[in-house]
């Protein structure tokens, strides 16, 4: 649905110097598929949305969304798109802002209002429909980009930090839409700084770093393999033995210790022998997610 081939974008700075964003970046995003794009700040996220949204040309390479270039797919078909930093002129009511965002992405007339009612139900915006921009609070007003962003039954969606000052409840409830939203016909993008949503709710991570893809991260073989990553072991009693079961154990807190990586067999060894001789295990857990250690290794400097 959605490729990059060997896509590269350089920028020229006022002073003439090259300033290569994006480099030799190849990737192909299937039809049905959530993909998620993480890397640190600075590491060509923008550029790529930019390019995949026709905003600007690659310097090289090709990027297509159903076989066509960018802007020609957009203009004939549509698309779904929430932008980092949600502006609407703060005189604006959120109603009328909606209806306004829906007749510009070309919902017939008679069908505004219906469409209006439908993500303003979906978001949970009932209250704040007559509300100024202005007076609503930095999650309200995501939630609102998020509403003008499914106006349309579009094929392709792109979400650039979707939970951006969203609370702890729309948070969870956006995990729950971008799974009503997934249909065999339809590709979603999202790019986040929260590995732990995108771990959630993607079938893939693209990593980049330096514009350069770094790895892409398939989370149902991730999870399904058991990737190493390092634990945290609380205990309420047998402390003492501890020592003697892991002797690579860091004390990290009262009847807390931080286990350096092993494999999941040898953690399971471990643990059965640490309850054998008496200790009280509450909880062992992995200090990373699969896709935050693999993270830390793709953008390890």
Same mark, same amino acid.
């Given at each position: 649905m959605i490729e990059f081939s060997a896509v590269s974008k350089t920028y020229r700075s006022l002073l003439g110097k090259r300033v290569p964003a994006v480099i030799d970046f190849t990737l192909a995003v299937r039809e049905g598929e959530v993909l998620g794009l993480a890397g640190p700040n600075g590491a060509g996220k923008s550029t790529l949305i930019g390019l995949l949204l026709g905003y600007m040309a690659p310097t090289s390479g090709v990027v297509s969304i159903d076989g066509e270039r960018p802007r020609t797919y957009i203009e004939r078909y549509g698309i779904g798109y929430l932008s980092e930093l949600v502006a609407i002129p703060p005189s604006w009511r959120t109603e009328n802002a909606l209806r306004r965002f829906a007749l510009l992405a070309g919902v017939e007339p008679s069908a505004v209002q219906r469409e209006v009612d439908r993500v303003v139900d979906q978001?949970?915006?009932?209250?704040?429909?007559?509300?100024?921009?202005?007076?609503?609070?930095?999650? @309200?007003? =995501?939630?609102?980009?998020?509403?003008? !962003?499914?106006?349309?039954?579009?094929?392709?969606?792109?979400?650039?930090?979707? !939970?951006?000052?969203?609370?702890?409840?729309? !948070? =969870?409830?956006?995990?729950?839409?971008?799974? %009503?939203?997934?249909?065999?016909?339809?590709?979603?993008?999202?790019? %986040?700084? @929260?590995?732990?949503?995108?771990?959630?709710?993607?079938?893939? #991570?693209?990593?980049?770093?330096?514009?350069?893809? =770094?790895? #892409?991260?398939?989370?149902?073989? !991730? @999870? *399904?393999?058991?990737? =190493?990553?390092?634990?945290?072991?609380?205990?309420? %009693?047998?402390?003492?033995?501890?020592?003697?079961?892991?002797?690579? *154990?860091?004390?990290?807190?009262?009847?807390?210790?931080?286990l350096p990586e092993r494999p999941l067999e040898q953690l399971n060894a471990q643990i059965s022998e640490l309850i054998s001789l008496g200790t009280l295990v509450v909880s062992v857990a992995p200090m990373h997610t699969a896709l935050e250690q693999q993270f830390r290794e793709a953008v390890a400097q």
């Open positions: 978001l949970g915006l009932d209250e704040h429909r007559k509300k100024l921009i202005k007076q609503l609070s930095k999650g @309200n007003l =995501q939630r609102v980009g998020l509403a003008q !962003t499914l106006l349309c039954d579009e094929r392709v969606i792109i979400l650039d930090e979707p !939970t951006h000052g969203l609370d702890p409840m729309w !948070t =969870q409830r956006f995990r729950d839409l971008v799974a %009503s939203l997934r249909r065999p016909d339809r590709t979603i993008v999202i790019a %986040s700084h @929260n590995l732990d949503e995108l771990q959630r709710i993607s079938d893939r #991570v693209a990593i980049i770093d330096h514009g350069r893809l =770094q790895r #892409v991260v398939d989370l149902k073989a !991730t @999870n *399904a393999g058991g990737v =190493q990553a390092p634990y945290r072991l609380l205990v309420a %009693s047998g402390i003492e033995h501890v020592p003697a079961v892991f002797p690579d *154990a860091v004390p990290s807190g009262v009847h807390e210790f931080n």
